[in-house]
T-cell receptor, first 115, second 115 residues
Framework: DTGVSQNPRHKITKRGQNVTFRCDPISEHNRLYWYRQTLGQGPEFLTYFQNEAQLEKSRLLSDRFSAERPKGSFSTLEIQRTEQGDSAMYLC?????????????FGAGTRLSVL | AQTVTQSQPEMSVQEAETVTLSCTYDTSESDYYLFWYKQPPSRQMILVIRQEAYKQQNATENRFSVNFQKAAKSFSLKISDSQLGDAAMYFCACLYGGSQGNLIFGKGTKLSVKP
């Protein structure tokens, strides 16, 4: 098992374009999370899935953002009509929940730059 | 609102010395977990240590230990025998029990290790 994998590692796009990121969690992990991290800040929660169900969304997740986890394995995060304020590191994490225990393992992230 | 506060934006330690990073949190919940994550430059976030709120004994992992003061809502990280590889951003995070599965992060402390 190679851990949480995110692609691409870097993405440069022009304002107004759509972008999609992919996250492959650790196999058999039932939960998958998306966070956003801006410079000088800690990660902020965006959304999470338990298997294929999207259970929670943050108010940070505007209508331009959509996330899917169609088969309960990999997940995609799409940002439509990107804005300069979307420039950030997008982190994915996965966990195998046992009762209240929930240790999240992070990927290396996708750094988005919107020009 | 649940918050995590790291009051030290930057810290410095001499190699082989000991350093303590501070963290406070605010919650009215009784079930929660506390974590310290390490984020080296341009690399993925790694779990350093975790503490269950219901456990009175402070967690330890080799050179890393915590001082968990539940009444004071304080969760500091002590790094003993600091090594050059310990240089990184350190994030304190809290996971609250029940249905909420996302981590709440502090803003981080940048640790420098001097040879």
């Amino acid at each position: 098992d190679t851990g949480v994998s995110q692609n691409p590692r870097h993405k440069i796009t022009k304002r107004g374009q759509n972008v999609t990121f992919r996250c492959d969690p650790i196999s058999e992990h039932n939960r998958l999370y998306w966070y956003r991290q801006t410079l000088g800040q800690g990660p902020e929660f965006l959304t999470y899935f338990q298997n294929e169900a999207q259970l929670e969304k943050s108010r940070l997740l505007s209508d331009r953002f959509s996330a899917e986890r169609p088969k309960g394995s990999f997940s995609t995060l799409e940002i439509q009509r990107t804005e300069q304020g979307d420039s950030a590191m997008y982190l994915c994490a996965s966990s195998l929940t046992r009762g209240l225990e929930n240790i999240q393992y992070f990927g290396a992230g996708t750094r988005l730059s919107v020009l | 609102a649940q918050t995590v506060t790291q009051s030290q934006p930057e810290m410095s330690v001499q190699e082989a010395e000991t350093v303590t990073l501070s963290c406070t949190y605010d919650t009215s919940e009784s079930d929660y977990y506390l974590f310290w994550y390490k984020q080296p430059p341009s690399r993925q976030m790694i779990l350093v240590i975790r503490q269950e709120a219901y456990k009175q004994q402070n967690a330890t992992e080799n050179r890393f230990s915590v001082n968990f003061q539940k009444a004071a809502k304080s969760f500091s990280l002590k790094i003993s025998d600091s090594q050059l590889g310990d240089a990184a951003m350190y994030f304190c995070a809290c996971l609250y029990g029940g249905s909420q599965g996302n981590l709440i992060f502090g803003k981080g402390t940048k640790l420098s290790v001097k040879p």
